[in-house]
């Protein structure tokens, strides 16, 4: 899968803890990929540069945040 595939198929959702703003980072998934977006680039998430990651190494990366890790 490519980046513009993943930009174009995943459903990109915001953190319950952002603010109505539009300075958050945005999250999707698609198959085997999830992909990050910052929301201020623009409000349709197909127009947004992507940061694809193979969804295990995000996964690994959510649960390392999740445990205190890195402060």
């Given at each position: 899968m490519?980046?513009?595939m993943l930009r174009t198929s995943a459903?990109?959702?915001k953190s319950s803890y952002s603010s109505g703003a539009?300075?958050?980072v945005?999250?999707?998934r698609a198959g085997e990929f999830a992909g990050?977006?910052?929301t201020k680039e623009s409000a349709d998430s197909r127009e947004r540069t992507?940061?694809?990651f193979g969804a295990d190494a995000f996964g690994a990366?959510?649960?390392a945040v999740k445990?205190?890790?890195f402060g």
């Amino acid at each position: 899968m490519t980046t513009e595939m993943l930009r174009t198929s995943a459903q990109f959702r915001k953190s319950s803890y952002s603010s109505g703003a539009q300075d958050c980072v945005a999250v999707g998934r698609a198959g085997e990929f999830a992909g990050v977006q910052d929301t201020k680039e623009s409000a349709d998430s197909r127009e947004r540069t992507t940061l694809a990651f193979g969804a295990d190494a995000f996964g690994a990366f959510v649960a390392a945040v999740k445990s205190g890790r890195f402060g």
